[in-house]
């Protein structure tokens, strides 16, 4: 058995994973739980805790960094310590506030302590603002840390364990590929985030704070790109052993738009028509990103993949309230789409809808269902399809239960999925969306796998 350590108690891990750490308890994988959070949350985590019968054997509290850039290693590290005096082994799951995941994770590594981080994994700031520049190299050094490391990491993201994203659309995807040797050939996807946040909250808000630059690419966004990245990876299979390169252009939308972009009478309902705010002025965090994007051979210029991605967040929400409601995880009132189709050539095409049903929500605005559609293309000489059309319908879906899929066996010792290593082409993704972002218009390329690569799916 080993001792968990949670660093960051909020509601996401309370109310989803708190089932997953009882159940590593009863059966004896795990001696129990603590939990590492900074003495301003106290509050919130004791209410929190009041909710939960599975409660933490300690809760240590450690002051704020002076430095909101990092969370300091001299703060926690006694914590650490004096877990490690109690516990002969223990395992992280780093959930804390996106600025301090590079702190912990480091620590993680330089430790030989299994881990388990949040998406994004890190997010690296220069002059207290984001810098998308830097994350290519900052994931190759912790990359380069791990290499002599016996404990494994993971990243916590949706599209890994998902029965449609991965399931019906990666693995299908994958096992044509490997029969017929054609690469993907298109790829276009489409995020509705149906976030709606207020002048004031891009001010005020720390657990997404767009005010230090972190846009939608830094908050939800991560999910999607791990997503194309999957499939972006499956061209390994028809081209082993050979450099990619990605090329991505970008415009994007910032709160400094939302002025013109929702209307008048709306915004006045919730006192955000703001003629002249003082947010214009800065460099906040983009709320929609629109990219057109191609993969290519790089010795020889040949493109292999044409493609579009999309994510926004000014899409149809269902919030109708000013104030953010306690105790509830969607204060935005977030509702989710997600259209994403793959297409190999003449051959094969497959394409996935998934978007929120909340008929629930006028009750509770955190019960929300999820449907999914699902159209599969094909020349049936060539594919192991029956008919040229295939249309299927899911319903009763919910994306938490991949998560949790993630977190059980990454609690169980059979996590292998998303291992740090695998995330790297994602982060290059990562990185060529965020730079592109901030040269809208500008053709950006990355090398986006080398000849020297494992297959990553």
Not at 428 to 456: H, N
Request: proline share 4%; glycine share 4%.
């Amino acid at each position: 058995m080993y001792h968990l350590v949670v660093v960051g108690f909020d509601e996401i891990v309370s109310n989803k994973y708190i089932s997953c750490i009882e159940e590593a308890k009863e059966k004896n994988i795990i001696d129990g739980y603590s939990i590492i959070d900074l003495k301003t949350e106290e509050n919130f985590i004791n209410e929190r805790l009041k909710k939960i019968k599975f409660k933490p054997e300690e809760v240590y509290y450690i002051e704020n960094p002076t430095n909101y850039k990092w969370a300091n290693e001299a703060d926690y590290e006694p914590v650490f310590k004096e877990i490690n005096d109690k516990h002969k082994e223990i395992r992280v799951y780093i959930a804390t506030e996106l600025k301090a995941h590079e702190s912990y994770l480091r620590y993680c590594l330089k430790n030989n302590i299994p881990s388990l981080t949040e998406k994004p994994i890190f997010a690296p700031l220069v002059n207290n603002e984001f810098a998308p520049s830097k994350i290519i190299a900052v994931m190759e050094d912790l990359l380069k840390g791990n290499e002599n490391n016996t404990a494994s990491h993971s990243v916590m993201t949706l599209g890994r364990y998902h029965p449609i994203y991965n399931d019906l659309l990666v693995n299908s995807l994958k096992e044509q590929i490997i029969k017929n040797g054609s690469p993907i050939t298109s790829l276009h996807l489409r995020h509705d985030g149906g976030v709606w946040n207020l002048h004031t909250e891009y001010d005020s808000r720390d657990d997404h704070p767009y005010k230090y630059g972190y846009g939608m690419l830094m908050h939800g966004s991560y999910h999607y790109v791990d997503l194309i990245t999957q499939i972006l990876c499956l061209n390994q299979y028809v081209f082993p052993k050979t450099d990619l390169v990605l090329s991505i252009s970008s415009y994007a939308a910032f709160p400094s738009d939302q002025n013109v972009r929702i209307p008048r009478k709306i915004s006045k309902i919730f006192d955000d028509d703001i003629d002249n705010w003082k947010g214009e002025a800065k460099s906040y965090g983009e709320t929609d990103i629109t990219s057109t994007f191609c993969l290519k051979e790089k010795s020889t210029n040949k493109i292999i993949t044409l493609g579009t991605i999309a994510l926004e967040q000014t899409t149809p929400s269902i919030r109708k309230w000013k104030e953010f409601p306690t105790g509830m995880y969607n204060k935005n009132g977030r509702v989710s789409l997600l259209n994403i189709e793959a297409q190999m050539s003449t051959i094969y095409s497959k394409e996935v809808t998934c978007y929120d049903v909340p008929i629930r929500a006028k009750e509770n605005i955190d019960r929300i269902d999820a449907v999914a559609k699902v159209l599969t293309r094909s020349n049936v000489t060539f594919s192991d399809e029956k008919e040229y059309t295939d249309f299927k319908s899911f319903s009763g879906l919910f994306h938490s239960d991949s998560n949790k899929k993630l977190m059980k066996n990454w609690l169980f010792g059979t996590e292998s999925k998303s291992t740090l290593e695998k995330h790297l082409p994602v982060m290059i993704f990562m990185q060529a969306l965020g730079e592109s972002i901030k040269s809208p218009g500008e053709t950006i390329q990355v090398d986006f796998i080398r000849s020297t690569d494992k297959l990553y799916f």
